[in-house]
């Protein structure tokens, strides 16, 4: 009986990909910070990582301050820490458990590996030399289950909900990951378009896979205003949050007439109110009205259909402090 | 030369399910001419990819969790066309008899009436569910999957030990075992006649088909676990997958008007049959534990109102308690008017004064077993036991006789086994798994379980057991 899928299991494909989406985002993130962003005397602003993901309260519990290494390994192999790689693999993998009479059998054993090598890092594994080459594997193996995925699991309905995930996961990563430089590395006014201010855009293109694409659209010139928008609205660029909206649209559009659901109108009206906005705004407005004003704004309604998709399809309706996590399984 | 598999191999004085069969000898030889080394590497390789592969079963601890694979050993065990064909029609005779005891203790009783069974073993027997009687069955099946534990003694006799008819496990290991060799022995396998596993599910969800309402052209089928938490959850998923059902857990399901319906993307979908891994007691709220988590308020009502097939039925606990099983051979006679094709291991219940006595004055030869445990525990093994371990199973016994009985320690047959980078011999018994619709068919082989402690009879997962691929050859 291929035309229904359990609520429940709509909900944990969801969350799969999302977390995995999350777990490469991140991997994108702090392979970036490590490898290119550098102030102009060198330094390393580990600290915004932290900011980045509203995670001061609990790494500064723990940690005096945010070297290198205490940020790595709060990310990385940290298993107390919720928003770190290895538990953000792990609440993939308990997903993948639940849906594994759903999922392929290449899926689940790739997901397994990868948190098993995943659980087996130590501190030494993360000294210096050997962080590129471990993001690199991190970043590989979440594109491996993407690949496997697309190459093995059945499409019905399963299949749009995990894709609903990824894409509403990816548009809020690159929104997080704008706001890190333009509201968080924040240069003095003398900086402005300095060499090290206009090396770290190129480092956030790098870390959203766009630095080549950027560069075949404007050869030559780096400007805030032209990565911003390249990283919101260029329709062609994957993870650009206007690509993202128009495919959860589609998604969702498909889902509901292609099996007859009823219910999720609601989440398409939100999305409709996002993608107005991103249809009809140009970037020089959306920076005069403030960038990081705006990118709230994104995520706020990119929550808000999260919760429309959980009431509508999923049998339950999160509260808000919880739209960024999966209900506990 | 590098010495072979079966080199220095000595069974000592029990009964070798290698050396001693003749439908062995390919095997053999073909192991002849494999040295330890490349058996080694090979059960590595094996085990390596079990993991994996997540053939598991999940142990807690400190609150995490652990996956264990069920230790794979990757020396076959080999049984006859003839053996098997024995041990075949046996056990569909005993499944018949069950259902037709089952049928009868929530009907009209005949078999207590005519003091076959004491009535009190079956009618205070905690597995004895009341809101069965007068419930008519599709087909009169009560036990639609049943594992059958088998041993086998130094004269080569294959005795039953135990019926599992309730939610039995460990077919999915059968399988999954089959498929591994298939992999990492392809040249143990050629041409030898064995007889596939493959088709378990098909057969399972035919079964499950004949036993749904009737009325319903359709029938919709799911599997019901307790969830991911659940130590065989891995053998629900494999279940569900053989199937092509979904597998469900409690908070997916929901009676409304006595049908039963589960939650999906659409709204509430209808459920016609359940196949369900969840005991009696925690199966309906309304009707059994009141604090049970997992289970289907008002299950009880759609089964009762005719509305939902259930696989196992309520109440088939009673046909493989421990006392019961005594019984098994009168039983037999007693519906079928035939002999048991497979004798029971000699039973001492303790319940009867004689049979107490008589455990007592012998219990350093018995094994003392309380009839209703399952998975191994509170076994005491008379001959291994230590004095303080004897005195502690006397005090329970002259405490509560009606809760044990005994039997004579049988000195289980053995196989060769890779331990710790020998092949030594190692106890095995045997679990045949037996699916019943209309009819009863028995997956070919089942699962040989192996104590992989030196000596150790006990072969269950939960205490140091292991697993063997058994082969049912031509």
Redesign the interface.
Known sequence: ?PD???????DCIFWLARYIERAENLARILDVNETFSRDSRGGQNWRSIVQLNSDEERFFATHSTASVHSVVNFYVIDADNPTSIVSTIRYAR?NA??L??LIS?EM??QL??FYNRLVALRVADLAPGNLAPLFATVKEACQTHTGITEGTFFRD?GWY?YQLGRYIERADQTTRLLDIKYHLLLPSVSDVGSPTDLSQWDALLRSAAGYHAYRRLHAGTTTPARVAGFLLLNPAFPRSVHHCMREVGRLLGEVKSR?????GNDAAEELDRLQAVLGTLDISAILGAGLHEFLDSIQRQLIAITRELSTA???YTPEASQVQTARL? | MNPSVLDGYDPQEFYCEMLRSGASRAVRERLAGLSIEALKQRAANANAELYNLGITFTVYSDSKTIDRILPFDVIPRILSGEEWQHIESGIVQRITAINLLLDDIYHDQHVLRDGIVPPELILTNRNYRPLMRGIDLPHKTYVNICGTDIVRDEHGAFLVLEDNARTPSGVSYVVENRHMMLRAFPDLLDEIGLRPTENYGAKLISALYEVAPAGISDPRVVLLSPGTYNSAYFEHVFLAREMGVPLVEGRDLLVEDDRVFMRTTGGLSRVDVIYRRIEDDYLDPEAFLPESMLGVRGLMRAYRAGNLALANAIGTGVADDKAVYAYMPRIIRYYLGQEPILQNVETHICREPEALRYTLDNLAELVVKPVGEAGGYGITVGPKASRQELEECRAKLIADPANYISQPCIKLSVAPTLVDGRVEPRHVDLRPFAVTGSSTWVLPGGLTRVALRRGSLVVNSSQGGGSKDTWVVA
């Open positions: 009986m229904v899928l359990l609520a429940r299991y709509a308990e458990r639940t594994r009479s059998t689940w054993v397994n590996i309905q909900f099996y007859a659901l009823r219910h399809f999923f049998g399984q």
